[in-house]
């Protein structure tokens, strides 16, 4: 169980409980699928260093036995986003026969028909450069490092010659900061298979305190917006108000027209009469960023809408807006 603490961004992981005796199994599957040769650990809380490794076998089970009483941790090795897990129990006497499950990856990978795309940092800006990344691809479930590539300066990248199956995009620690200052490192889940609808990656980075999460752009619909004022306001999947949104309006030239913030309520107006074609981005720390093209007659035709209800998505999920 995941519960998620959305205005801030933050989040807090409640993991399921199972106990059982010292012989128990892991079933490990990818959406329905076994997955065969995963590592799968269990990490006792009391000691890091009381942990048992087990691989999963043809049909996806990892077996444990003779497992000291205590209490642990269950994880399969290398995941993307955050990571699917359990609390073990285990007690002498225990119930026998159980079987623990794991999702993986816990994130359904981005289908894609070829390893290239581009990468956006949480501050990103169209038409200015950004740190440069260093991406490692990894095989699926051995986790084996294939090859490394560096991003350009506008996020853009290329793994050539990779064949069908799944890999993990490891980011590794660069220039690119979260909106906490740490670098934003972590592995995101890709299926190359010529039949997925989409060509490459569009991928938007952010962070929460429980690390790395990324929206696939291309699961999110853009469709362009006529406004007749650039005012509204920001709120979160629950329908809170986010203070301190940054919204910004930048014209054709990819130059900053306008830059706003969210009050405590979420609400935002800008003074200025702007017509025009822009791009408009809305972004807060921990959120799926919103952009969008917009036309403007910002003080022209009443029959635009003159407010903006901003939805920012998070842990990956769409942003979206409705006109009032």
Known sequence: MLATMARCGACTLVYPSVQVGPNFRVEVEDHG??????????????SSDNRVVSDTDKNGFALFRNVRPGSYHLSADHDAGIPDGADIEVKLGGPTNVTAHLKWPSIAPIAVRSLKGIMRGPDYLPGQSQPRLSLGL????????LKDVQTADNGEFSFEGVR???????????????????????????????GAQTDHLDIDLGWTSCGLWYADRNKCPEPELKIGQLSGQVLDVTGAAISGATILLLDHAQKLVERLQSDSAGKFASLDSLAGTYELMVSAPGFTPFRRTVHAELRGDSARPSSLTVQLGLGGGCSGVEPQ
Do not use: M, N, Q
């Open 33 to 46: 699928r076994p997955v065969k040769g995963l590592r799968v650990e269990i990490r006792g809380y009391e």
């Open 138 to 145: 990894l095989e699926g479930s051995s986790g084996r490092l």
């Open 164 to 194: 069908s199956g799944l890999y993990f995009l490891s980011l590794k620690p660069s220039g690119l900061r979260a909106w906490s200052g740490e670098p934003i490192t972590g592995l995101i889940a890709v299926a190359v298979d010529p």
